[in-house]
C-alpha cells in the first residue's frame, strides 16, 4: 500500500514511492487536470514526486482538491476549510493539512549533507548540543557520530518547517530561528524561536527519527 503512515490530528500523511510516474497519473481521478503541470516536469523521479503529492491529497481529503502556489510559492488549497504544507525526499513524499494557518511539514533522508553543511545552518549554542553525541567531525567513525548525523538532519528539517510556517522571505537559519535545548531521541517535539518578526513567536516542532527518513511537523 503506497500510503505508509497516516496520522489524524493533524491529518497528515507520507507516501512511499514504489510505482512508476505513468502508474500513478492513472490512479488519479480527471487525469487531464493534471496534465499540464506534469508535462512542465522533465525528470522522472519529480514526476514521481509530485504525482504522489496529488495522490496523497486526494487519499487524505476523500475528494478531489487541487493545489495552487502564491506568488512567494507556498501552496494552498483552492476552496478548502484546510491549509496545506508538502514535504518530499527521496522515495518519499509527505504533506499536512490543518484548519490552523501555516502549518508547516518536511522530511529528509538520512545522509551526511546536514552534518556537512551544519555551520551555515546552527547558531553555537545549536553546535553545542551536538557535542556530547560525537567526538570528531567524520559522522561515519563510530556509533556516537552516527546520531550526531541525525540530530544535523532533524535541526535542518525543524527549521524547514519553522521557515514554512513563517511564511517571510530573507529568513536566516541561523540567526533567525533558534532550537532551544531539547533531549534527541527517536520521536518527541522541541520548541523554536523565531526572531525574523517581531512577533518573536515559538513554534512546537514534532519529529519522528525513522530508519529511512526524519520528519517534522507543525501543527
Known sequence: MPVLYKYEKPLMGIWKIGESWQEMFEALVNKEVYCSGLNRIQSDSRKQEWLAVRLLLQHLAGSETHIRYRENGAPFLSGSVYN????????????????????????????????????????????????????????????????????????????ETAFKALGETDVDFAGHLHIEPFHFSKEGFLTLKENRTEENRRFRINYQVTEDYILTWKE
Open 84 to 159: 496545506i504544507s508538502i514535504s518530499h525526499t527521496k522515495g518519499f513524499a509527505a504533506i499536512i493539512l490543518s484548519e490552523n494557518p501555516n502549518p508547516g511539514i518536511d522530511m529528509e533522508y538520512h545522509s551526511v549533507r546536514a552534518w556537512k553543511l551544519r555551520k551555515k545552518y546552527m547558531n553555537g549554542n545549536e553546535l553545542d548540543m551536538m557535542t556530547s553525541l560525537c567526538d570528531s567531525e567524520k559522522p561515519d567513525s563510530n556509533e556516537a557520530n552516527g546520531a550526531a548525523r541525525k540530530m544535523a538532519t532533524l535541526c535542518w528539517c525543524a527549521k
